[in-house]
């Protein structure tokens, strides 16, 4: 019998030995994951700091985030249009007006423009083309033609004392122009508005009910509009309209509430990114989906701690650069959802690419709220991104 027992315990030997080396190796590897950077983040050539640029105006800053200036890069990040105060000519108090400069070489190239001051910080936001940049507050929409700095129109709109801002979005070409609108006793919704006559062309249906605190946007190529919209229960879904019918012909995310923080498109509009922040999940709602473009096919997801509030793809869409609320600004793999690169630079907030893929980004400090620079940061010593 004691041979028998003896026989089946080295019978099972090997297969125990099996079992704990392949256990060791697991535990090993989940360590080794653990303490080392993914091999994404190990072959990644990091962004070093190559020139600081100044903004010298007092900047108007978004008190809802912190001291953050209210800046706003073109598409390929060349031009950039911050806002700022200056003495009123009848020495009665600030006026507030739009610079845009030159990033590359800091110069102006168009204003000031003026705007009427506003008891909210206004949104700035370009034309894909950078021809054109439109400026949105408590009471009106303004649109310049930053060619010749011509005023194209100004559109007055209802105050609504509930909405916390007024978003604003240009289509590519400049020709029309978007915003949240509700009018008395009516329900909100994103109206599209002819530039050159300033005119109402069509009202997207089934706007949110918090239509001021979610961000739309033009897309690039299709006569399309991307967005909130409100579900029979009262929730906030992210869908796409057209334009022309002002009907909703994709609802890309349908069944969770979720509020539009942030767009940015690749270069080539194969790849969007949407910041947002969903309110039905108890767990990681602050989420920044990348999306194939054309099928709406979700790409990556990145799980960010904060809201985002200012984004940009590298132009060809493998990088996505994030600043959130808290003042952690980042760069992600739109592949693999991996953070790559954090940012010490003091306060961040607008964040661009330069066509060579140069990453912008703009910072300032605590106790100067109202001063800020544009740093701009580069993979050197020949690495190739």
Known sequence: MNSTASASGKGRSPLSMLRFAVISI????LVVWMILPPMETLRFQKYNLESTRALTLPLISLPDVGPRPVLAFSADGQSAAFISTRAAEDDEGQQTQITVIDVPSGTAKAGPLVISNSRTPPSLEFSRDGN???AAGATEVRVWDLRDSREVTTITLPDVRLQSRRYVAVSPDGSRVATSVQEPDQDPGI???ECETGLPLIEM???AGTANDDRFVFHPSENQLIGPADSDGDQSHLCVWDIGSGKIVHEVIGHEDCQTLAYTFSRNHDRVAVAMYHGSREYYPYVTTVFDSASWTPVTKIDNGNYVFWMALH????????VDGSGEAALWSADSGIRLQNFQLGLPSATAFDPDGGLLLVRNADDQPDTASIVTLRVTDGATE
């Open 26 to 29: 697991a535990v090993l590897a």
């Open 132 to 134: 054109f940049l439109a």
């Open 191 to 193: 109206w599209v508005f």
């Open 205 to 207: 249906e089934r706007t």
């Open 315 to 322: 132009p060809d869409g493998t990088h996505l650069s994030l």
